[in-house]
C-alpha cells in the first residue's frame, strides 16, 4: 500500500524558516497536498500539487510557503518562509485515495497520510 514518510519539521524564531518533505512509495507521481492540524480543531489545507505541476495553496500561506516536487521522484516539498506563531501545528504529507480525480484542498479526498511532524513557531 502507499506509504508517505515526512522529514524536517522542528522549532524556530518568527520570521525564520523550515523546509519540509515527503516521500511516497507505491505511488504515481500524481497529486500529493501537505495538511496541519491545529490542536483541538480539524485539519486544514495547506497545498496540494497535481501531476502537471499546478499548485494551489490556502490563503492564510500564500506568498510564504512553496511547494515543489523533490529530485527524488514521488517527493514532494514544503519550503515554508516568514513563519509565524499560528503557524505552529503538526504537518501532515497526503495522498488521494482516488488517481486521477481532482487535487484540491478537500481533507476527504486524501486517503494516504504520513505520520506527522511537528512544526513549532515562537
Known amino acids: 500500500h502507499v506509504q508517505l514518510v515526512e522529514s524536517g519539521g522542528g522549532s524556530v524564531q518568527a520570521g525564520g524558516s523550515l523546509r519540509l518533505s515527503c516521500e511516497a512509495s507505491?505511488?504515481?507521481?500524481?497529486?500529493m497536498g501537505w495538511f496541519r492540524h491545529f490542536p483541538g480543531m480539524e485539519r486544514e489545507g495547506v497545498a496540494v500539487?497535481?501531476?502537471?505541476?499546478?499548485?494551489t495553496y490556502a490563503d492564510s500561506v500564500k506568498g510564504r510557503f512553496f511547494v515543489s516536487r523533490g529530485d527524488r521522484k514521488n517527493t514532494l516539498n514544503l519550503q515554508m518562509n516568514s513563519l509565524k506563531p499560528e503557524d505552529t501545528a503538526v504537518y501532515y504529507c497526503?495522498?488521494?485515495?482516488?488517481?486521477?480525480?481532482?487535487?484540491?484542498?478537500?481533507?476527504?479526498?486524501?486517503?494516504?497520510w504520513g505520520q506527522g511532524t511537528q512544526v513549532t513557531v515562537s
Open positions: 500539487m497535481d501531476s502537471d505541476g499546478s499548485v
Open positions: 497526503a495522498a488521494p485515495a482516488l488517481m486521477g480525480g481532482r487535487c484540491a484542498l478537500e481533507i476527504a479526498d486524501f486517503g494516504y
Open positions: 507505491r505511488y504515481g507521481r500524481g497529486c
